[in-house]
């Protein structure tokens, strides 16, 4: 499960005027939970049987997947929610500087 207000709070932390939407790209998950289970699986095969055409295959697939995230995820009520509230914080900090340089004249 994700935590959101963890990632919300290191977002904050971390975005010092860096690119808000590739970090909020990088929090959308990159795989399902199906599709964890599979990796998980393919795994422990790689690794018991020394499987090494399935590991090369296994990170194209990753590399693949990871560049094509899936937004259906952004239906999800909750990543609305935290999507919403950085969205407000852009916003803040975006005043707080206009206030200030308006009390300044």
């Known amino acids: 499960m994700l935590d959101f207000s963890k990632m919300f709070d290191d977002f904050s ?30 795994n422990y095969m790689i690794r018991r049987y020394d499987l090494k055409d399935l590991e090369e295959f296994k990170a194209v697939v990753e590399y693949n997947q990871k560049r094509n995230k899936n937004l259906d995820f952004l239906q999800h009520g909750a990543i609305k929610s935290m999507l919403k509230a950085l969205t407000m914080e852009e916003l803040v900090k975006g005043i707080k500087p206009q206030v200030m340089h308006q009390q300044d004249e």
Request: glycine letters at 6%; a negative charge; hydrophobic letters at 45%.
């Open 13 to 42: 932390a971390t975005n010092d005027g860096g690119n808000a939407v590739k970090l909020v790209y990088e929090i959308i998950p990159t795989f399902s939970q199906d599709q964890l289970e599979i990796l998980a699986t393919l």
